[in-house]
Structure formats: structure tokens, C-alpha cells
């Protein structure tokens, strides 16, 4: 089955510094890879998307870019506020499949 | 906009009482899931459901069962609680999109 490596597991930044958390992934017909986040005592909520016919999305601040050679995806955050402090979750939906398989999660903290 | 409730948000049990944790969705959505959320252990499948009485085992169902009778309601049943239960549960459903969407947890503690 699918397999999804993230790295790394904590992450601490400058205020106004980009950060980029990275994912792998094992199963070659997995098509859809979301990125949550999860602020403290709250739910995963999805920031950003992409699909395996794209190479990458922006949306304002953040970016996703995805290689499917080699079989990973990246988050890039620009321009870090305090309130990009969260976990971050990045996903793989295996090929044909509804469910979703999680990474690990990365701990992101921005010092003011 | 979809709204995903789960019965508890704080959930204290002993061990070997049977739990019963609900969600509810008010969609219409097929596909309905539970996690599991440990720290540095990610969110873990426990089961889903693509219907109403069907249901699939996710990675760690062992402890673990389900019950999805109407559409609306997926019931997360532990038949007899043990403390390596203890921990977040996350209700899930799936968007047409792919998206998956969460309902706030339940945080269980059993002693």
C-alpha cells in the first residue's frame, strides 16, 4: 500500500523566512496530494492542493510542486508570519482510491 | 457550507466500558472516515464507509468497529476500551473534489 515519508518533523523559522517541508511518496498511481494545517486544539484544515497532471500551484504565500519521477511533493511557505505556526500534514491518495494516507506531520514555528 | 459534528469533544472512559463516538454530516456525502491523531504518528485510518452499511478496515482496526446505518451518521464503536485507546479522534468526509474534510475531534482518555 501506499507509503508517505515527511520531513522534517520539526521546523523553526525567522519571521519573514521561507520554509519547505517535503513528502514522499510510494505508490507511482497515487493522484491527488492535499497539504493541511492544523493549528493548536483545532482541526486539519486543507491549504492547498494538486493533482498528479500539475507541477505546481500557488496560492498567495504558498506553493506546492509536485515530481513525479521521483515521487515527492513540496510545501514552500514565503514571507513566514507568526501565524503560519501550525502542524502540517501532507497526504497521497492512491490511484482509484477515496481514502487519503498521512504523513507524520511537521511542526513549523515562525519566531517573531 | 458542510458541517462535520462529532457527539464529544472530551471523552472520559475506564477501561473495558464500550465507547461509542458519533459524527454527523449534513451533505449528503458518500464517503465518511475515522483517524486516530497521535503525537508523531500522524493521522492513522481507522475505518470508512462509502455507503450506507458498507464499510472498509483502514491501517489499525483491530479494537475497533463501525456503524453507518443512515447516510448522515458514521459511529466509531470501541467494544471494550483499553488506555492504548486513548487519544484524538478525527471524523472525516470526502468531497467531490477529493478534499478531505474534518469534523473538531473527540479527545478520549481512558483510565
Known amino acids: 500500500g501506499e507509503n508517505v515519508e515527511q520531513h522534517p518533523s520539526t521546523l523553526s523559522v525567522q519571521e519573514g523566512d521561507s520554509a519547505v517541508i517535503k513528502c514522499t511518496y510510494s505508490?507511482?498511481?497515487?493522484?491527488?496530494f492535499p497539504w493541511y494545517k492544523q493549528e493548536l486544539g483545532k482541526r486539519p484544515q486543507l491549504i492547498i492542493d494538486?493533482?498528479?497532471?500539475?507541477g505546481e500551484k500557488k496560492d498567495q504565500r504558498i506553493a506546492v510542486t509536485l515530481n513525479k519521477t521521483a515521487k515527492h511533493f513540496s510545501l514552500h511557505i514565503t514571507e513566514t508570519q507568526p501565524e503560519d505556526s501550525a502542524v502540517y500534514f501532507c497526504?497521497?491518495?492512491?490511484?482509484?482510491?477515496?481514502?487519503?494516507?498521512f504523513g507524520k506531520g511537521t511542526k513549523l514555528t515562525v519566531n517573531p | 457550507d458542510v458541517k462535520v459534528t462529532q457527539s464529544s469533544r472530551y471523552l472520559v472512559k475506564r477501561t473495558g466500558e464500550k465507547v461509542f463516538l458519533e459524527c454527523v454530516q449534513d451533505?449528503?456525502?458518500?464517503?465518511m472516515f475515522w483517524y486516530r491523531q497521535d503525537p508523531g504518528l500522524g493521522l492513522r485510518l481507522i475505518y470508512f464507509?462509502?455507503?450506507?452499511?458498507?464499510?472498509e478496515k483502514g491501517d489499525i482496526p483491530e479494537g475497533y468497529s463501525v456503524s453507518r446505518e443512515k447516510k448522515e451518521r458514521f459511529s466509531l464503536i470501541l467494544e471494550s476500551a483499553s488506555t492504548n485507546q486513548t487519544s484524538m479522534y478525527l471524523c472525516?468526509?470526502?468531497?467531490?473534489?477529493?478534499?478531505?474534510?474534518f469534523g473538531p475531534g473527540t479527545r478520549l482518555t481512558v483510565t
Open positions: 505508490d507511482s498511481a497515487s493522484n491527488y
Open positions: 472525516a468526509i470526502r468531497r467531490t473534489s477529493g478534499e478531505q474534510y
Open positions: 451533505m449528503d456525502h458518500e464517503n
Open positions: 494538486i493533482r498528479s497532471n500539475v
Open positions: 464507509s462509502y455507503d450506507v452499511k458498507m464499510k
Open positions: 497526504a497521497a491518495s492512491p490511484g482509484g482510491s477515496e481514502k487519503l494516507v
